[in-house]
């Protein structure tokens, strides 16, 4: 396994998908520029759902239409259905994510549908990507707690990451929604997913409601993976998922892996900047440690 850590930088989409208030879309392309010249390499850009469910990301299109498009970076969008796939097509995605969890309950709140029905419903999203050559990832949601069943079985977990594998998801993302997992537990699931999903197939999405991410991170590096999802100034949540809240701050993770003598290719200065941009932006102070650790007062 190489140094090399591939970040997936979440904050414009998870972590604007859950403020209170509704960004301009001219900030979200801000937001999205600034942190593709940090050297991010992968900046999961906004979201094709329903505008009922997220009105925070209703202007999608034209967010994904103003960024600039730097070469070498990717920006996938999250789709839940046909329609979304083809609003992202419009305007030239070439990378999605399709996204179910481990929970019947969870998934029914937040798509709508059971577990079984999400994944029929992209089957036809993945036939159209295959024949446009599309990129999709998949996120399995509550792989170590849901807010509403309480514990999730580590076969569900396997059993949701090895279907999206299968029907052609290149990368699958174990999401942490509600952050409870701890260390010893989110290695366990890892390494009983990796057993059916080839360990360079995933990824991981650590929520930090209960202070965990880095710890988990730390016990899921150590067993192997090199893909990380993380969100700048530690925003983030899911609407649909009772308690969640910020992701693992970008910032941070890139400290510790930097610290651990693992390359990211991301400049954390320029990072602190535009994390420390976000939170004024946010009008409120930032999660990350290592920005207020940095801050000049
Ligand atoms: P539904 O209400 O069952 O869908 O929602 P529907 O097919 O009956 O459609 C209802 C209406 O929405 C219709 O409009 C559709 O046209 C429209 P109406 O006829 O009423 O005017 N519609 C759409 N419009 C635009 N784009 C679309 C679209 N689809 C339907 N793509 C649906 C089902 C999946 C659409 C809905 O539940 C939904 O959009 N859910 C998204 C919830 C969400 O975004 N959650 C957060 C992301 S997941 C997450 O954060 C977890 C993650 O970070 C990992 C982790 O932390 O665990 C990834
Ligand atoms: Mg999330």
């Known amino acids: 396994m190489s140094d090399f850590v591939r970040i997936v930088e979440v904050g414009p989409r998870d972590g604007l998908q859950n403020e209170k208030t509704i960004i301009a879309t001219a900030d979200k392309i801000a937001l999205i520029n600034r942190l593709s010249a940090t050297g991010l390499p992968v900046i999961e850009a906004t979201s094709f759902v329903s505008p009922k469910w997220v009105p925070q990301l209703a202007d999608a299109a034209d967010v994904y239409r103003g960024i600039t498009k730097r070469s070498g970076v990717d920006y996938p969008v999250l789709v839940p259905n046909l329609q979304g796939y083809e609003r992202a097509r419009e305007v030239g995605v070439s990378h999605i994510a399709v996204f179910s969890a481990a929970s019947e309950s969870f998934n029914r709140k937040n798509i709508n549908a059971s577990i079984e029905e999400s994944l029929a419903r992209f089957a036809p999203v993945m036939v159209r990507a295959r024949a446009d050559g599309v990129r999709v990832r998949g996120y399995v949601s509550t792989v170590l707690g849901c807010p509403y069943q309480g514990d999730v079985d580590v076969a569900d977990v396997v059993r949701v990451a090895s279907a999206l594998h299968q029907m052609g998801c290149e990368e699958v993302s174990l999401g942490d929604t509600i952050g409870t997992g701890t260390p010893t537990k989110a290695r366990a699931m890892l390494r009983a997913v990796a057993g059916e999903v080839p360990m360079k197939a995933l990824a991981v999405h650590f929520h930090d409601t209960y202070g965990q991410a880095l710890a988990n991170i730390l016990a899921c590096i150590e067993e192997g993976v090199r893909v990380v999802d993380a969100a700048v100034s ?58 207020r650790a940095r801050s000049p007062d």
């Not at 009772?242 to 693992?262: C, F, I, P, Q």
């Open 234 to 291: 530690g925003t983030g949540g899911c609407p649909y998922a009772k308690g969640a809240s910020g992701n693992v701050a970008t910032e941070d993770a890139v400290y510790m892996l930097h610290g651990m003598g693992m390359s990211t290719g991301v400049d954390l200065d320029s990072l602190v900047d535009t994390g420390r941009w976000l939170a004024a932006l946010l009008g409120r102070e930032t999660s990350s440690k290592v920005t």
